[in-house]
Nanobody, 126 residues
Framework: QVQLVESGGGLVQAGGSLRLSCAASGRTFNIYNLGWFRQAPGKERDFVGAISRNLGRTSVADSVKGRFTISTDNTKNTVYLQMNSLKPEDTAVYYC???????????????????WGQGTQVTVSS
């Protein structure tokens, strides 16, 4: 099993920045890719971005491209989501997820992620 714990959420004004962290524990050797998703009230959970744990390849959604960056520190089993130039429409609960499919490509699909964190709230005020 893999456990994921997000942190770093909070309230920020539009144009501001936040950095979310997701710490993985347990059978972390099973993790190939790590992803971030978000869910706004009354909406579906959407893909934000993902990173290959070993190769460092990243993929981000068009809606956050140029503003959000994903990185990982494998020595700490932690993945980060740096969010800059935040907008009110970025308000959501942000979830970290782990993909344990060996040699898989970065996936924007929820079903490809076997493990999920509890989420952290990000609120952007206008």
């Amino acid at each position: 099993q893999v456990q994921l714990v997000e942190s770093g959420g909070g309230l920020v004004q539009a144009g501001g920045s936040l950095r979310l962290s997701c710490a993985a524990s347990g059978r972390t050797f099973n993790i190939y890719n790590l992803g971030w998703f978000r869910q706004a009230p009354g909406k579906e959970r959407d893909f934000v971005g993902a990173i290959s744990r070993n190769l460092g390849r990243t993929s981000v959604a068009d809606s956050v491209k140029g503003r959000f960056t994903i990185s990982t520190d494998n020595t700490k089993n932690t993945v980060y989501l740096q969010m800059n130039s935040l907008k009110p429409e970025d308000t959501a609960v942000y979830y970290c997820a782990a993909d344990s499919r060996a040699y898989s490509s970065l996936s924007p699909t929820m079903k490809d992620y076997a493990y999920w964190g509890q989420g952290t709230q990000v609120t952007v005020s206008s």
